[in-house]
Nanobody
Framework: QVQLVESGGGVVQTGGSLRLSCAAS??????TGWFRQAPGKEREFVAA????????RYAESVKGRFTISRVNDRNTVYLQMNSLKPADTAVYYC?????????????????WGQGTQVTVPP
């Protein structure tokens, strides 16, 4: 069983930065992604990193502002978020799964974290 624990959320002003962390228990070889859910909206894909070659994918809305990365031991995945906007306000979830189909879709996520709140006030 894999457990994912997110951290790093908070309140930040427009234009500010945050770094989210997703720490996995045990040996972790899955592709990992970040998804977010804003109030009243469906959860959406944000970014993903592939397990075997660190290939990455980003939602158009965050390209050039967000960066997903792994540490060398591959047990922690980060999401560096720069130039934050009020539209980025959401609960951010870390998800992991074994299947990469030109990215990591929600349907291929096997494990989810509990979520961390990111708030960018208008």
């Amino acid at each position: 069983q894999v457990q994912l624990v997110e951290s790093g959320g908070g309140v930040v002003q427009t234009g500010g930065s945050l770094r989210l962390s997703c720490a996995a228990s045990g040996r972790f070889i899955f592709s990992t992604g970040w998804f977010r859910q804003a109030p009243g909206k469906e959860r959406e894909f944000v970014a993903a990193i592939r397990s075997n070659n660190d290939d990455t994918r980003y939602a158009e809305s965050v390209k050039g502002r967000f960066t997903i990365s792994r540490v060398n031991d591959r047990n922690t995945v980060y999401l560096q978020m720069n130039s934050l906007k009020p539209a980025d306000t959401a609960v951010y979830y870390c998800g992991a799964g074994p299947r990469w189909t030109d990215g990591l879709s929600e349907s291929n996520v096997m494990y989810w974290g509990q979520g961390t709140q990111v708030t960018v006030p208008p």
